[in-house]
């Protein structure tokens, strides 16, 4: 019996699941099983909130309906919660408890005992508060516990005819900001809005970091700089035009979680 096979076992013997689902790559896999599973019993359940792009909620919205999984929206609107506002080290570890209760009370209210998550056995090998706020809050990682790693869950999505096997990484839009630097309305539409137009111009792997002074970092994937470099023109005046003062181009190329390296002493 294969780990996918052990992990459709374990779902069956939870009888009726909510899976928070964000229409990535992992929690897509994980509805996609749990609705083979549970069937009706089984519900999709998104956060949506205004640090999630757009075009996300969208996605998710067409994922579920194409896995026939039932599925519920909670809006949140987490730029008025202090840690948005503050932005400390801790942020995503306070952000996911607010989400955590949130959903436990929803799953509570509509007669549910489990919930589950997409967290996979390679996310602890990165700085992931998140994963320490969520066990604490007694979510289910079955991708853990069954020690699935990010390349198997892509393989097993293609195997399964998901879309989202060869998605590109998506964090909430929190991730833009350093520590430190708060959040508010204007500043995440900024960032959404140059994402999506350097998206527009074919870029896959794309993060528009927000420093201070309204400076825009774009990150995007190595092999396309030298794309980038030709539409560098382009790209500032449509950045400037959505608002920011400085746009710079950061020569490293795109890295998921580069602002956690600014957090001296974590521990993984």
């Not at 503050?86 to 799953?107: G, H, M, Q, S």
Request: net charge positive; hydrophobic share 40%; proline share 4%.
């Amino acid at each position: 019996m294969d780990k996918l096979q052990r992990i459709s076992e374990a779902i069956k013997s939870k009888k009726k699941l909510v899976v928070m689902f964000s229409g990535g790559v992992d929690s897509t896999l994980l509805a996609k099983l749990a609705r083979e599973v549970l069937e009706k019993n089984a519900v999709a359940l998104t956060i949506d909130s205004p640090v999630i792009p757009r075009k996300e909620i969208e996605e998710a919205k067409n994922l579920a309906n194409l896995i026939g999984i039932r599925h519920e929206f909670i809006e949140l609107n987490e730029l008025k919660s202090r840690h948005l506002i503050e932005n400390p080290p801790d942020r995503c570890y306070l952000c996911r408890k607010l989400r955590d209760n949130i959903v436990k009370n929803w799953a509570r209210e509509n007669g549910f005992d489990v919930i589950a998550d997409g967290l996979n056995f390679s996310d602890l090998q990165d700085y992931r508060p998140g994963v320490k706020a969520s066990t604490e809050d007694g979510i289910w990682h079955p991708f853990i516990d069954f020690e699935v790693t990010k390349e198997e869950i892509r393989e097993y999505s293609r195997k399964l005819g998901l879309p989202t096997w060869n998605k590109p990484a998506m964090a909430c839009l929190c991730s833009r900001f350093p520590y430190g630097f708060g959040l508010n309305e204007e500043r995440v539409r900024m960032v959404e809005k140059a994402e999506n137009f350097l998206r527009e111009l074919g870029f896959r792997e794309v993060r528009v970091r927000f420093f201070p002074y309204k400076t825009a970092v774009v990150e995007v994937g190595r092999d396309e700089m030298e794309l980038l470099m030709g539409k560098r023109t382009e790209i500032v005046l449509a950045l400037q035009k959505i608002g920011f003062s400085f746009v710079t181009l950061d020569l490293e190329g795109f890295a998921s979680g580069k602002l956690n390296r600014t957090i001296e002493g974590m521990s993984k």
